[in-house]
């Protein structure tokens, strides 16, 4: 048992200042800023998270979702999900972002989850949130009883000999391949981040998940204008239709020139340690005839580095299949 503070700042000042008296902003973490609570609650109910204070920002003004001048759109770092993928803008020029939005949890869920609370959801590995097992992401240096054990869900791109984990969310994949931009105030100001540089590749410090310091409060994303008539989908494979994580899972976002495609934006998700971009497959798509052939050499060159868990081997076909069955929808979308 562990008590806890409950606290709720009427400025992000206020909010800023009391998370960055926290050792850390990553695993261990004592002062934890608190949105949906559909990750942060379920955790502490696990002893997983023991935060001393939590930080309401419910109460904060960062749930627009609005214009920016450069034709692109800002997202509010308490945008519940639901309203996310139900805006206009996000439907008509965002579509991917939408359908990867709508293939994650319930909505009930998705009324309660927020844009910050998503890019921070932790692993759904199953020794991470038990804490009666070793888990070098939840208590560095105790092992990783994944690499031998229950890997089936786990990661096969991005691993470390210290953590496998996957990282479980739908919404980053969409905003890996429209190169969003994570916003962040922190106590020494603000900064921007590139999506592709926010989350952490697990290495020998795999409690340390992304770039975040004590004290950084997100405050928004921002996605760059659309491109003109791009093609997009996110396709998400699992083991039942709905209310369950990605076995794998692929954003495409296609610039066409006629029967060739210009450009390419390709993540994917249920396979990586973290939201998986792919130059690889970005690179063996531009410029080449939108068909089976080129869609095959860009699923090999995506998962040329995959290397299987003792459970996983499958997840590797299925990732293939999956980017090139996403690319002939987008290319007919
Ligand atoms: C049963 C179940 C099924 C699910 N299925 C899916 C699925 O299929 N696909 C999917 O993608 N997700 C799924 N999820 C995960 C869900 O999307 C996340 O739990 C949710 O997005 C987290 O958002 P939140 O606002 O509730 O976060 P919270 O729980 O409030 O916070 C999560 C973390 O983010 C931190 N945080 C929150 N806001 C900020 C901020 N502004 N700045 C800094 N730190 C912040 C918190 O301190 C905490 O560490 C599922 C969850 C559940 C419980
Ligand atoms: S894969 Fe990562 S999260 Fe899972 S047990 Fe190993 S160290 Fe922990």
Redesign the pocket.
Known sequence: MHSFEFIRPEDSAKAIST?AQAKT?QQG?DV????????????MKLNV?T?AR??D?NRLP?DKIEATTDGGLKIG??A??SDLAHHPTVQKDYPVLSQ??L????GQ??N???????????T?CMYFRDTAMPCNKREPGTGCPAITGANRMLAVLGTSDHCIATN?????VAMAALEATIH?QGPKGTRAIAFGDFHLLPGNTPNRETV?EPG????HVTLPPPKAGSKQVYL?L?DRAS????LASAAVVLTMAGGNISQARIAL?GVGTKPWRSPEAEAALAGKPANAATFGKAADAALRNAKPQSENKFKIELAKRCLIHALQMAVKA
């Open positions: 998370a902003a973490a934890r800023f608190i949105a949906g609570g559909t990750t942060l609650v379920d955790l998270e935060p939590v930080v920002i960062l770092a308490t519940r999900n990867a939005l293939a994650g949890a319930s869920l998705r309660m989850a927020t844009t910050a609370g998503n890019l921070l959801q932790r759904r479980p969310s739908d919404m980053c962040v975040l950084d409060l997100v405050t998400k699992r209310y369950e994580f990605a998700g």
